[in-house]
């Protein structure tokens, strides 16, 4: 089982900018799905952003063009550039890696915005 650590999270105001990484304690090359989600209080947790192994990336309509997501299988990292940072935004950002047979969360990162 891989386990993923994410960090990069904290208190931006709007507007701002933050990169979100995610560093598996092994290969990542084999996994369908690197996805970054989120969960702010008091909601469910949503996707926001995918990248598949074939090179397809995926985003919610709510962070198109504002956000990036990225995987290094070479690093076994996925990055989740964040740009033009709402309220809205503010929640745990969690990373996730998918196949089939086998599903790994990290722990989370909070991302706060506010003035």
């Known amino acids: 089982q891989v386990q993923l650590v994410e960090s990069g999270g904290g208190l931006v105001q709007p507007g701002g900018s933050l990169r979100l990484s995610c560093v598996a304690s092994?290969?990542?090359?084999?996994?369908?799905?690197m996805s970054w989600y989120r969960q702010a209080p008091g909601s469910q947790r949503e996707l926001v952003a995918a990248?598949?192994?074939?090179?397809?990336?995926l985003y919610i309509d709510a962070v198109r063009g504002r956000f990036a997501i990225s995987r290094d299988n070479a690093k076994n990292t996925v990055t989740l550039q964040m740009n033009s940072l709402k309220p809205e935004d503010e929640a745990v950002y969690y990373c996730?890696?998918?196949?089939?047979?086998?599903?790994?969360w990290g722990q989370g990162t909070r991302v706060t915005v506010s003035s």
């Open positions: 996730k890696a998918w196949k089939i047979g086998q599903e790994s």
């Open positions: 092994g290969s990542i090359s084999n996994f369908y799905a």
């Open positions: 990248a598949y192994s074939s090179g397809r990336t």
